[in-house]
């Protein structure tokens, strides 16, 4: 079975900086976009970044650019999202998404999604 499992939220201070942590489990992370998404409260869900791993390419959002980069350890089935300066409005749960079709993770409508994480930016 396929499965994701974010972690790695919590509470920080405006300006500072969080890694988010993705364990994927059950498929092949060489044939898949992989991504992180977010939604605050009363928001719709926001597209962050995502890994195209056909060709290594990545994405971002422009919030994200710049402050945020998305990597992950094929080896190690992991996925990660170092964020930097870190503002309240970056204040949300945090999901990590895959889908075998790239267009399906830009669109938003992965086929699998972990657990959200809880970001929450504040002094």
């Known amino acids: 079975d396929v499965q994701l499992q974010a972690f790695g939220g919590g509470l920080v201070q405006p300006g500072g900086s969080l890694t988010l942590s993705c364990v994927l489990s059950?498929?092949?992370?060489?044939?898949?976009?992989i991504g992180w998404f977010r939604q605050a409260p009363g928001k719709e869900r926001e597209g962050i970044s995502c890994i195209r791993q056909r060709d290594g390419s990545s994405t971002y959002a422009d919030s994200a650019k710049g402050r945020f980069a998305i990597s992950s350890d094929n080896a190690k089935n992991l996925m990660y999202l170092q964020m930097n300066n870190l503002k309240p409005e970056d204040t949300a749960v945090y999901y990590c998404?895959?889908?075998?079709?790239?267009?399906?993770?830009?669109?938003?409508?992965?086929?699998?999604w972990g657990q959200g994480t809880q970001v929450t930016v504040s002094s």
């Open positions: 998404a895959a889908d075998i079709a790239f267009w399906r993770i830009v669109r938003g409508r992965a086929t699998y």
């Open positions: 059950g498929f092949d992370l060489d044939d898949y976009t």
